[in-house]
């Protein structure tokens, strides 16, 4: 671990050190891509959890709209008149009056989930973004179908007022953002590792290519936990562009000294 650290060091502080990276061991160099992927999961960890936080927070306001009701005989009962309450992620609907058709309902929520209490059927709306054909889907439920059958305004105010995500979901989901972020990374060394190659026939550097990989992955150390921390601050750079093209900059610079002296010899 000690080789590993001074690698992590020279690739802020000595960046020529950063050559002699090449005749690292394919165990280390695995075990610090694993550690630079962590890194990149990060971002995509707090953005999943923060969306989620977001439209468990939109369920919680709808689930205050939500008036008394019961089901009777299957069908929906409720002195309440009908209304229509839209957030970022959801539209909801009570409509026990039956003012509102199926359609009116998927038309009005075809960018976001559509959620409707209608007088015989409980309908979900999905948006035009998870329909194959691009039209929003309809699934309707009746209500003598599974807990509906139980359902009361009460009951549900008080399931969608407590939603919450449990603690083990931020471990799961960092998890499965671990494994596109190791994808990222492999896709990063061997994509630049070619363009590494490129440039050390035009300098005739004889280097080979599971060197240059070695290399390109510790040289990529600075652009990936720099960008990551900018993403925190602006979520929408473009993380990946920048470590690309910060990471094969930092290689050329790591073989400026090589290439003077190969000029110097000849």
Known sequence: MHELNIYFKASFLKLEDLYEARKISWGKAIFYLLFLSVIIALPITTDTWTTTEEILHDARVVGEKIPDFTIVDKKLESKANGFMYQTKYFVFTFDPQGKRTEEEIASVSSDVLGIAFLPNSFVVSLPQSLSVDEEPKLIEMK????????????????????????????????????????????????????????????????????????????????????????????????????????????YFRTLTPLKVKKNQNQ
């Open 143 to 250: 209500y003598d179908k599974g807990s509906f059958r139980d359902m009361t305004g009460k009951r549900l105010r008080h399931a969608m007022s407590t939603m919450s995500q449990p603690i083990w979901m931020l471990v799961f989901v960092y998890l499965i953002s671990f494994i596109p972020a190791i994808f990222q990374m492999v896709w990063l060394v061997v994509f630049l590792g070619v363009a590494g190659m490129i440039h050390n026939k035009l300098s005739r550097l004889s280097i080979r290519y599971s060197e240059v990989i070695r290399i390109i992955l510790f040289a990529s150390t600075a652009p990936i936990i720099l960008s990551t921390i900018l993403v925190f601050f602006f979520p929408t750079l473009n993380s990946g562009f920048i470590q690309t093209v910060a990471t094969l900059i930092l």
